[in-house]
Nanobody
Framework: QVQLVESGGGSVQTGGSLRLSCAGSGRTFSSYAMAWFRQAPGKEREFVARISWTGDLTYYAYSAKGRFAISRNNAENTVYLQMNSLKPEDTAVYYC??????????????WGHGTQVTVSS
């Protein structure tokens, strides 16, 4: 069993940066691939970025490529999402998830409760 708690969300202006954190509990945290998803009001949850359990493989959605960076520290059971050059369309609730190394939400077994990111123009 893995429990995930996101933090680091907030309100920023266009072009700003935020760093999201996801703290995991459980001895098996490091054995899971991790991902970030987001859900904007009235829209479906969408994939943002994923990282393998070792941290040596990453993959980004087109909308995040070149602006966001996912990383993890298995010693601290934490995964991060550094978000730069934020745009209003990045406004959403951001969720971290633990599971298989895939961009599909169905591949993840554990989810956090989300953290709100709001980008104003």
């Amino acid at each position: 069993q893995v429990q995930l708690v996101e933090s680091g969300g907030g309100s920023v202006q266009t072009g700003g940066s935020l760093r999201l954190s996801c703290a995991g509990s459980g001895r098996t945290f490091s054995s899971y691939a991790m991902a970030w998803f987001r859900q904007a009001p009235g829209k479906e949850r969408e994939f943002v970025a994923r990282i393998s359990w070792t941290g040596d493989l990453t993959y980004y959605a087109y909308s995040a490529k070149g602006r966001f960076a996912i990383s993890r520290n298995n010693a601290e059971n934490t995964v991060y999402l550094q978000m730069n050059s934020l745009k209003p369309e990045d406004t959403a609730v951001y969720y971290c998830a633990a599971g298989r190394y895939t961009e599909y939400a169905s591949g993840y077994d554990y989810w956090g409760h989300g953290t709100q990111v709001t980008v104003s123009s």
